[in-house]
């Protein structure tokens, strides 16, 4: 799958709530809200090609998005808080599928609580910056 096709997945990312979408010297990662479910999607800067793409259900989908976050990002970053996301994310009390919109929410809108220099798209216009790595 081609690098057109992730910019088109991209370009509506967008549109059905605010998505998860970092990117690391290697890949980018993104979790893309689409009705009541998620889809997945990994594209290699190497490769130029989608490694990975699949429509989730909300649970799996927070599983994956505290995988790539806690693991992962945390570990390419010079500095993440990983404790301090750590507590947020237990302070919330919905189950799992709830969580996540609040989650890329905080992480998106308050980017610096957590680390520096994240890799991450946290509005539509930012997306120009993945772009110019593909």
């Known amino acids: ?8 997945i991209l370009d ?7 998505p998860f979408i970092d990117f690391t010297e290697n890949y980018s990662y993104a979790l893309i809200p689409q009705g009541g479910k998620w889809l ?3 594209y290699d800067f190497e490769d130029h090609e989608i490694i ?21 990002l945390a570990e390419v970053l010079e500095l993440f808080y990983l404790n301090r996301w750590k507590e947020y994310k237990a302070s919330l009390s919905e189950d ?4 996540l919109p609040k989650l890329i929410a905080e992480l998106t809108g308050n980017t610096a609580e957590y680390g ?8 539509a216009e930012d997306l120009s910056t993945l772009k110019a790595k593909l």
């Open 1 to 8: 799958m081609s690098k057109d096709e992730f910019i088109s």
């Open 12 to 18: 509506g990312s967008f549109s059905e709530g605010t």
């Open 40 to 42: 997945e999607v990994s």
């Open 52 to 72: 990975e793409k699949r429509t989730m259900e909300p649970v799996d989908a927070y599983n994956k998005f505290c995988e790539e976050i806690e693991k992962a």
């Open 96 to 99: 799992e599928a709830g969580k």
């Open 116 to 123: 520096k220099d994240i890799p991450i798209i946290t509005k």
